[in-house]
């Protein structure tokens, strides 16, 4: 079927016939832009055309409004080649009126005057006219449409300078095509309007205006608006829809009876024939049956649908075309033969399916969400078919299957011939050149028709490519149902190892969604493979489950029980090691039982090694009563949500990540009067490259997929369960510590074991915690005086330790410190200081667990000798029955008092003094005595003979006095040190009859006189205020010494004193016994002065050595330099003058 626009030709038709092949072959060599009306937007089209020479008759139908778009001409062109002005007036001029009148009595204003022009060289020496044939024309008819009156220059005469003027007529016939096709494209569309609201009147065509409505498609098909094109057959579509559903309701219509002819064939739809229009001559002269008329209307659209690369829209289209024929051939009640509308719908589906196979990608989600319900649909179909024709497994076709076979396969017919327009579009992907190409799908489904062997294959093929096809598009409960059919085929053909996986994978998605009645009827399935696989621990399993199947019948439920008790006697396989694997001998105890409550019976807290009670509240999903060897609840240490959730994800406690939220915006769709017509959301996300998809339910596996430890459990053994609700009393050891929760159930029977996936109850699982109160020692006491008894008390708390009868405390004390229990004041050993010890054993009699006891002891250390800056530390290290590890205390004693000495000389008498300093006790001192064992040195006591004991307390100090004699021989050289002892004894004032001995040792250097020191000031007897003075050193030296060079220095009260000069000098006492120095001072202030404070040292020149190269002074120590008038006071009188 030739669709090309028609142009028609008039005047000069021997000529126009001349340029015409050259003029149609030119027209489709460019595309022009074309400018639509009703504001629809700019396309470029190419154009095709056909000429015809001018007819009177397509006009008439247009007058009448009875015409074609198809067979309507789009432009009228006037040829002529006249070019001498007054052959145009005599006759050509009247010819062009004529021609234009007879175009406007008909409505039409699509024409154009063509003036072939030929040039005479002979005359064109001549001047040229003024006027010519062109411009009369324009001005005669072309006066508002001047652009459509054209001249050419003859192509056949003048072929080098024809081609400007040339193109120029071609783009002006194009150009005038498409304002030609804007006008009769909206009449056309008018007219159809006007034709279709007709349709409710009894003399009304369908099919008139099928035709009608098709033809306008074909011309925007022609012009490459496909898309629009599809909009007018789905508008047909729409409404043939729509006159077959009245029908239903007794709204009969009289061309119907077209469309009501028996199935006698069900051809399926075919997408690649040669002649696409075939049908359309059919349904034109013949007549066709409705399946016929849908199946043109479908290959039609997806025709238009692959045209626009949209595959993916026939596959979604389908399965409504389908339903919606089957429908329609109910509302008229055709007659057809059993089995014919199964065959049509599997080969239409078939034939879409081969195409998107050829189109689809492996990553393309959206062409195979449509596939999937058709590859369904046939091995649905498929299945009929062969349950019809007795080809299903374990049958054999009668003579009168046969029969039906044979005319089933006449009904389909053969496949049309069909053309390589579909290899050939781009958007089909190549196939290897070795692969065998497929077979038409009215051939497959003869085939399998004609033996049981190629139906069983070919329906094997198509649940398969279901299955995978679902997956792929993660339709997961689609893929089981899908493999639910394919299981139980499969048992048809005595496979039932084949049938398992599917049944199993079906039940896991049941159970995860609650369907309990479906999930039990594919347990039953179950069973049924399982006992012909005989493999009797998966069926032991199994009839557990379904005689807990509340769904089912009584009667059904117990056979099954009997069945699972007598396959469980002669049940031995032994436990298996992977818990995960669904042949392993555990099973789902949510299946048969239900865990109601878990309540710990024991008061909190529940104390280490003490037995735990546990009450469970279990209901029994079982017919009748059985007996669980053992029933245990398993419980690990209790972990928080957060907690969990940060292990498992290794990221920080309370880190939300909420960058996987989809920001969503609501949109309220409201209607012109303002009311809300629709309400939605979206998301403002940019689209990514893989769509949402539907994911499955949550996992359920069939068998526990972890089994918990149970090395902490409650357990009771050999209960009988009955059917219903059963309280159960669980005991167990707590052994450790911690806060616990339960974790899952266990309940044993023979070799299988039953455990709970989790514990879901009402409420969390409960928690528990066991803890254990820790024994404990320690030592209370207050501050610790060093030298006195100071009580301390041991404290020890048994908590939830046993301790055995002989059960003791060892304390031992570090060195000088000892300790005892505390004793009566009355006691005789109570001032006895040999009663306390280095070690102390304390016993504890009677101890019992969770007692407290306060144990006084009493310690006692020696108080140190010398001033300390820090207290005095010592420890006592424990040893507990309940703990291997020792532990040891620290202690700080402070000491009662401290004694210091000091070094006093006259002349060359020494003398000694000792200072006790009272610190933090209130003590009483007597027999104050000092020792010194260094021969030649003897210390006479000038203190007085006290009757009384001393009190000494805090901040109150008590002195003694001694003087040291040396004798004579003993040079300082020989006895560099001497050492002498102070012993004094104390006692506190609560216990005076006790008295302990305090000493200390003091060394003495430096003892010797070596250097005698004299000042006087004169006058002595007249010293004015700031009147000069002379103040006369005088150095002696009272023993031998080393020292040679001595360094004097004035250190005077700038108050009280100015020295004139200098202050400071170097004197030698070498080979001289004495020296003398004069100074000038004068005094500042009136009064009793003190004499200025003179300081001697010893001095040692610099230079004397490389490394030495500074003087360097050295004091001497307090005890050998004597200053004789340190102490002395010099009266200052005021001056003459008056000044104080």
Same mark, same amino acid.
């Given at each position: ?320 075309? &389908? ?15 059993? !089995? ?72 389909? !017919? ?60 993660? =339709? ?54 399982? =006992? ?222 039953? &455990? ?55 304390? =031992? ?30 016993? &504890? ?14 310690? &006692?250390?020696?108080?140190? !000798?010398? #001033? ?41 008498? #020494? ?42 307390? #805090? ?150 050595? #490389? ?34």
């Amino acid at each position: 079927m030739q669709i090309k626009p028609i142009i028609t030709y008039s005047g000069a038709c021997p000529l126009f016939r001349s340029l015409e092949s050259q003029i149609l072959n030119a027209i489709p060599l460019d595309t022009c832009e074309w400018r639509r009306t009703f504001q629809r937007p700019t396309k470029h089209v190419r154009l095709e055309a056909q000429a015809q020479q001018f007819n009177v008759e397509p006009l008439e139908k247009y007058k009448q409004g009875d015409w074609s778009i198809l067979d309507h001409p789009i432009l009228h062109i006037y040829v002529t080649d006249c070019n001498d002005v007054d052959a145009y007036k005599a006759t050509i001029r009247e010819e062009i009126d004529t021609w234009l009148k007879l175009l406007t009595s008909y409505g039409v204003s699509d024409w154009m005057i063509l003036l072939v022009e030929t040039l005479d060289i002979r005359k064109t020496k001549n001047l040229l006219p003024r006027t010519t044939v062109l411009d009369k024309i324009r001005l005669d008819f072309g006066s508002k449409n001047d652009d459509r009156c054209i001249s050419v220059l003859n192509p056949a005469k003048f072929e080098q300078k024809s081609t400007e003027s040339f193109r120029c007529l071609v783009q002006r016939i194009r150009f005038l095509m498409l304002t030609s096709y804007n006008r009769n494209i909206a009449k056309y569309e008018e007219l159809i309007r006007s034709k279709r609201e007709k349709r409710n009147h009894d003399d009304w065509d369908f099919r008139q205006y099928f035709f009608l409505q098709e033809d306008l498609a074909l011309i925007l098909e022609k012009l490459e608006l496909p898309t629009e094109a599809l909009i007018q057959y789905d508008e047909l579509d729409a409404m043939f829809s729509q006159f077959i559903t009245h029908t239903g309701f007794n709204e009969k219509q009289q061309w119907l009876s077209y469309f009501k002819r028996p199935l006698s064939a069900f051809h399926g739809i075919c997408l690649s024939r040669v002649d696409k229009f075939e049908m359309r001559q059919k349904i034109r002269s013949e007549g066709v049956s409705l399946l016929e008329f849908r199946n043109y209307l479908f290959e039609r659209q997806a025709y238009l649908l692959l045209t626009c690369n949209d595959i993916p829209e026939i596959a979604k289209r389908l399965l409504g075309f &389908l339903f919606s024929t089957l429908r329609e051939v109910e509302y008229i009640k055709l007659d057809c033969q059993e !089995g014919a509308l199964c065959c049509w719908e599997f080969v239409c589906a078939l034939e879409v399916l081969q195409l998107c196979e050829q189109a689809m990608e492996p990553n393309e989600v959206t062409c195979f969400q449509h596939c999937a319900p058709i590859w369904n649909l046939a091995k649905d179909k498929l299945y009929e078919l062969g349950k019809l024709c007795g080809l299903l497994p374990g049958c054999t076709p009668s003579s009168e299957q046969l029969h039906i076979v044979v005319q089933l396969s006449s009904g389909i !017919g053969d496949a049309p011939p069909q053309q390589q327009f579909l290899q050939a579009m781009p958007q089909l992907r190549d196939r290897s050149p070795n692969r065998k190409p497929k077979l038409s799908a009215a051939q497959q489904l003869k085939e399998a028709l004609g033996s049981n062997q190629a139906f069983q294959k070919l329906y094997l093929e198509l649940a398969e490519l279901a299955i995978s096809t679902y997956k792929h598009v993660t =339709r997961l409960r689609s893929a089981r149902l899908v493999g639910l059919d394919l299981g139980k085929f499969y048992c048809a053909l005595n496979e039932p190892h084949k049938a398992v996986g599917f049944f199993t994978d079906l039940l896991r998605e049941l159970k995860a969604e609650n369907w309990h009645t479906l999930s039990s009827q594919t347990l039953l399935e179950l069973a049924n493979c399982y =006992r012909k696989m005989g493999d009797s621990l998966a069926y032991t399993k199994t009839c557990s489950s379904i005689s807990c199947c509340a769904e089912l019948e009584t009667l059904v439920r117990t056979f099954y029980f009997d069945e699972f008790l007598k396959s469980l006697k002669t049940l031995n396989t032994t436990l298996s090691a992977q818990p995960s694997m669904e042949n392993a001998n555990y099973c789902v105890l949510e299946d048969h039982f239900r865990v109601l409550d878990i309540e710990v019976l024991n008061a909190n807290p529940i104390i280490q090694d003490d037995h735990l009670l546990v009450q469970l509240k279990v209901e029994s999903l079982y017919p009748r009563g059985i007996v669980a060897e053992c029933i245990k609840i398993c419980y690990e240490l209790h972990v928080t949500p957060e907690l969990e959730a940060a292990l498992q994800q290794d990221v920080p406690l309370k880190s939300k990540d909420c960058s996987s939220r989809l920001k969503v915006t609501l949109q309220l769709f409201h209607k012109q009067d303002g009311s809300l017509n629709s309400a939605s959301v979206a998301s403002d996300t940019p689209k990514t490259k893989q769509p949402v998809r539907r994911t499955s339910s949550t996992k359920r596996k069939l068998s526990p997929s972890v089994q918990s430890d149970f090395s902490n459990t409650v357990q009771a053994e050999n209960i009988a369960l009955q059917p219903g609700i059963n309280l159960l009393e669980l005991k167990g050891k707590a052994n450790r510590v911690g806060r616990w929760q339960f974790k899952q159930l266990c309940v044993s029977m023979s070799s299988l074991e039953f &455990l709970s996936e989790q514990l879901a109850m009402q409420l969390q699982p409960p928690t528990f915690e066991i803890c254990t109160k820790p024994a404990s020692a320690s030592l209370h006491f207050k501050t610790l005086i060093a030298g006195i008894v100071q009580p301390i008390n041991l404290y020890v708390t048994g908590g939830s330790f046993i301790f055995p009868p002989d059960a003791k405390i060892t304390l =031992r004390c570090s060195k000088n410190l000892r300790i005892r229990q505390a004793l009566p004041v009355d006691d005789p050993g109570c001032g006895n200081d040999a009663t306390f010890e280095q070690t102390l054993l304390v016993p &504890l009699l009677q101890f019992k667990s969770f007692e407290e006891r306060s144990i006084p002891l009493e310690v &006692l250390t020696d108080m140190p !000798g010398r #001033k300390v800056a820090k207290h005095h530390e010592h420890h006592i290290t424990l040893s507990c029955p309940w703990s291997r590890n020792e532990l040891q205390i620290p202690l700080e004693f402070q000491p009662a008092m401290e004694a210091t000495c000091r070094l006093h000389t006259c002349g060359t008498q #020494k003398f000694l003094q000792v200072i006790m300093k009272g610190l933090d006790a209130q003590l009483l001192l007597h027999q104050a005595k000092v020792k010194c064992d260094v021969p030649g040195v003897r210390l006479q006591d000038l203190n007085p003979d006290p009757q009384e004991p001393i009190q000494i307390h #805090k901040s109150l100090t008590v002195t003694y006095l001694y003087e040291i004699q040396v004798e004579p021989l003993k040079a300082e050289h020989e006895l560099p040190i001497v050492k002498v002892h102070f012993v004094v004894k104390y006692t506190t004032l609560t216990e005076p009859q006790v008295w302990r001995n305090y000493g200390c040792a003091f060394d003495l250097v430096d003892y010797s006189t070596l250097f005698k020191l004299q000042a006087q000031l004169e006058p002595n007897e007249l010293c004015r205020l700031r009147t000069v003075c002379n103040l006369n050193l005088k150095i002696t030296k009272v023993n031998e010494n080393p020292y040679v060079d001595l360094m004097y220095e004035v250190l005077n009260d700038q108050n009280l004193w100015a020295v004139c000069g200098r202050s400071a000098g170097v004197v030698s006492m070498k080979d001289v016994d004495s020296h003398s120095i004069s100074l000038d001072v004068m005094p500042l202030s009136t009064g009793f002065l003190p004499m200025p404070s003179i300081r001697l040292s010893k001095y040692t020149a610099g230079g004397k050595s #490389k490394t030495d190269g500074h003087s360097k002074v050295h004091p001497f120590p307090p005890g050998q330099v004597y200053n004789s008038t340190k102490s002395m006071q010099i009266h200052v009188i005021a001056s003459v003058s008056g000044e104080q």
